[in-house]
């Protein structure tokens, strides 16, 4: 067994300093959104120089990224709890709802609707694979386990499945008011489970 390393206390500080500087960011994209942010508000804050911003993100682009990185993590983590419990495709379908859906309340709609804008951005500062994002992944393999398993239509392919879904998760959250996401959201399920149904 490898013993841990404790980080250096320049290093935590190091650490110490980004988190500061993120939660700072992440509260004035609240606020005024990315391209309306501040840095100079966002480095007093978190007490640090003005050039200590971009030692630890190059743009404001880059924050995005990380509190996209983090928070894909949280929703993966909780996604794979709830797949411990075998509650199965359909169930599945409606816990990713719930999930992406406490993204946006947590984050607020307009950061929300950036975070997705920089996700789905051709300039998007660092190309990533599907199979970088846990979330999707996670996804696609419960609804390929349930193929496997003959609970869906042994020619639905996992990955368009995911993909068109989670789209349709997006699309409703960022174009409907709120009146009437509650019910969009439960057919987008319903209309999912039909896709995926032997007939």
């Known amino acids: 067994m490898t013993p841990e390393v404790k980080p250096s206390a320049r290093e935590t500080?190091?650490?110490?300093?980004?988190?500061?500087?993120?939660?700072?960011?992440?509260?004035?994209?609240?606020?005024?959104?990315?391209?309306?942010?501040?840095?100079?508000?966002?480095?007093?804050?978190?007490?640090?120089?003005?050039?200590?911003?971009?030692?630890h993100f190059p743009s404001k682009e880059h924050v995005l990224l990380e509190l996209e990185r983090r928070e894909e993590a949280r929703m993966a983590r909780d996604f794979a709890r709830f797949l411990g419990t075998a509650a199965g495709h359909i169930a599945a379908l409606t816990e990713v709802v719930r999930l992406v859906t406490e993204l946006e309340q947590r984050l607020g709609p307009l950061l929300f609707k950036e975070l997705l804008a920089l996700h789905f951005s051709p300039s998007r500062p660092t190309k990533d694979d599907w199979t970088d994002h846990p979330l999707i992944v996670l996804l696609v393999r419960e609804?390929?386990?349930?193929?496997?398993?003959?609970?869906?239509?042994?020619?639905?392919?996992?990955?368009?499945?995911?993909?068109?879904?989670?789209?349709?998760?997006?699309?409703?959250?960022?174009?409907?008011?709120?009146?009437?996401?509650?019910?969009?959201?439960?057919?987008?399920v319903a209309s999912a489970v039909r896709g995926l149904e032997i007939h």
């Open 13 to 55: 500080r190091r650490l110490q300093t980004r988190e500061r500087l993120l939660g700072a960011a992440v509260a004035e994209f609240k606020r005024a959104g990315m391209a309306g942010a501040d840095v100079n508000a966002i480095v007093t804050a978190a007490g640090v120089a003005h050039g200590t911003f971009f030692f």
């Open 143 to 188: 609804i390929e386990r349930a193929r496997g398993d003959g609970a869906v239509h042994p020619e639905v392919d996992g990955f368009y499945s995911a993909t068109f879904f989670l789209l349709g998760i997006y699309g409703v959250l960022t174009t409907t008011a709120s009146d009437t996401r509650e019910t969009m959201l439960r057919k987008l």
